[in-house]
């Protein structure tokens, strides 16, 4: 089934409950079913947008963004999604290359749409979300009509396409990841068996509804929960909506988790309705780990997943690195987790070779959550689908109880005097130190070694640190090889359109002037 098709089924169950809470209103379930059944039937009587065309979504955190969401797959269209903090260059060439037919946009974006223009075809629509626009007609308008019935959808296509997805980048064409409908369905069951979606769930969504957590609202939608939609991350306003519209699941990436912890707020916040933290899209410091855990309880969880096979495809759960007496099981803790619900997760050689637990080698998955391919790019498809498996490009090792434990990206392995370092473990000593908000450490030329660690940190707002502290700390815990040779002090770290650090971009200032890039 589609998204859309669980989400009316939770219609039927609880028509009158609220679904959707932005800072325009509070939207029951009839009302939003309602207005996605109005968006299939509009886009479905379209001449130019035949069942498949790709329909861009261009705003900011908004509910009518969910709504159109499930209008669009609805419908049996693909929703393409724009990343609202990428240039606008960027989003334009991405809109092309993804042969979008139609973008509906934000007013926030108009001054958007001439790039968009030149960029793609001249037949290209665009429907304005909040208001008439001068490139096109309001969305109320487009809609027209007081038709509230509902549209008729037939049997989906498991393999058809449900949505688009750029993998990633600020500049240039990224690559764009193609899901289905089955690959969407599995996800969201996984989803809500591995942290107990159901439709007494309150979901907090304060990060951009253009990436995973527009997907996890879409899946707190299709369980009958509630979505309460903020505009973007804000302490304060995250702290308060936790306590007065009493959350139960906030999904957050490890940069906002550190920014809450370091908030003076926090400690007076009420935090006892939430059962559910989820910290995902790239590892968190064990340190860290800890800390959420004494600040939130123990309802924290931990879930990696990728663009390309998306979540969970594995997930550590209070119950796995607690032990009865309530002490953490460090090795667990370091742990990524357990394959999730309709996951198979293995090691493997360069060769191919599935490997035993305790040996290192790269994170593959079997899942139907999997994506059908690279848009475009059936060479790049093959290659990382090749041997059966789906190719994560991270390296790690799993225990006998199957744990995961991520050891590093490949591409951010650092080679230094012959040696392989990860910055995985270097980083996690580091952020070790009270002081420390954030760490990210990179390989620098090196005339002796070739490259020589190096970690760039970020401090906690009013904290200092010494140089020398940071050495000293890393030399005693993971010994002198891996300790940082040098430490810098930044006032942030670059960041990509979803809150990762970009090491790429911290690298250039190091390697600029080198004949060779490691």
């Not at 065309?53 to 955190?61: C, Q």
């Not at 001054?111 to 037949?123: C, G, L, N, Q």
């Not at 996951?343 to 599935?354: E, K, N, Q, W, Y």
Request: aromatic share 8%.
């Amino acid at each position: 089934m589609r998204i859309a098709d669980y989400f009316e089924m939770a219609t039927e169950r609880h028509p009158t409950q609220e679904a959707f809470v932005d800072d325009n209103g509070r939207i029951d379930y009839a009302s939003a079913a309602a207005f996605m059944h109005a968006v299939a039937r509009r886009i479905a009587a379209h001449p130019d947008l035949p069942p498949g065309a790709g329909i861009a979504i261009y705003s900011p955190n908004d509910a009518r963004v969910s709504m159109l969401q499930l209008g669009i797959n609805r419908a049996d269209r693909m929703w393409v999604l724009i990343h609202t903090r990428n240039s606008v260059e960027t989003n334009a060439a991405t809109i092309a290359f993804a042969d979008t037919k139609l973008v509906i946009f934000h007013s926030a974006f108009e001054t958007a749409v001439p790039a968009i223009r030149a960029a793609t075809s001249p037949d290209m629509k665009f429907v304005c979300i909040d208001r008439d626009s001068e490139h096109g007609p309001s969305l109320e308008t487009w809609l027209g009509g007081d038709d509230r019935s509902p549209y008729p959808a037939t049997r989906e296509d498991p393999l058809a396409a449900a949505f688009m997805v750029p993998t990633g980048g600020t500049t240039g064409v990224p690559k764009a990841v193609v899901h289905t409908h089955r690959s969407t369905e599995i996800s969201a069951a996984s989803l809500a068996q591995a942290i107990a979606i159901d439709d007494t769930a309150r979901h907090l969504a304060v990060a951009p509804l253009t990436h995973a957590a527009g997907f996890m609202a879409l899946c707190f939608a299709a369980a009958g929960g509630i979505n309460i939609i903020l505009p973007g991350f804000d302490l304060d306003r995250v702290l308060a909506s936790i306590a007065g519209e009493r959350i139960t699941h906030l999904y957050v990436p490890p940069t906002a988790l550190y920014a809450l912890l370091a908030h003076p707020a926090l400690k007076q916040t009420d935090l006892s309705s939430l059962r559910c933290l989820v910290i995902g899209a790239a590892p968190v410091a064990p340190a860290k780990f800890k800390e959420a855990v004494a600040a939130f309880g123990p309802i924290v969880h931990e879930g990696y997943g990728q663009t390309e096979a998306l979540l969970p495809v594995t997930l550590k759960r209070p119950c796995d690195y607690l032990r009865p007496d309530g002490s953490f099981d460090e090795a667990i803790l370091r742990s990524a987790g357990r394959a999730g619900p309709f996951v198979r997760v293995a090691i493997m050689s360069p060769d191919g070779t599935l490997l035993p637990p305790g040996e290192t080698g790269e994170i593959v998955v079997q899942s139907s959550m999997v994506m059908k391919g690279y848009h475009k790019m059936p060479k790049e498809t093959e290659e990382v689908s090749r041997l059966g498996w789906h190719h994560t490009t991270d390296v790690g090792f799993r225990d006998a109880q199957g744990f995961i434990t991520i050891v590093d990206r490949m591409k951010d392995m650092i080679v230094s005097g012959g040696f392989n370092i990860y910055p995985a473990e270097i980083e996690a000593a580091v952020a070790e130190l009270a002081p420390v908000q954030e760490c990210a450490v990179i390989g620098v030329p090196d005339e002796k070694w070739g490259e020589a660690v190096k970690a760039v940190v970020l401090l906690k707002p009013g904290a200092s640190l010494a140089e020398a502290d940071v050495i000293e700390h890393c030399k005693a815990r993971i010994g002198s090889m891996k300790a940082p040779k040098s430490v810098e002090f930044w006032p942030d770290l670059p960041r990509s359109v979803v809150g990762k650090v970009l090491k790429r971009e911290i690298r250039k200032r190091y390697w600029q002037d080198q004949w060779r890039a490691v």
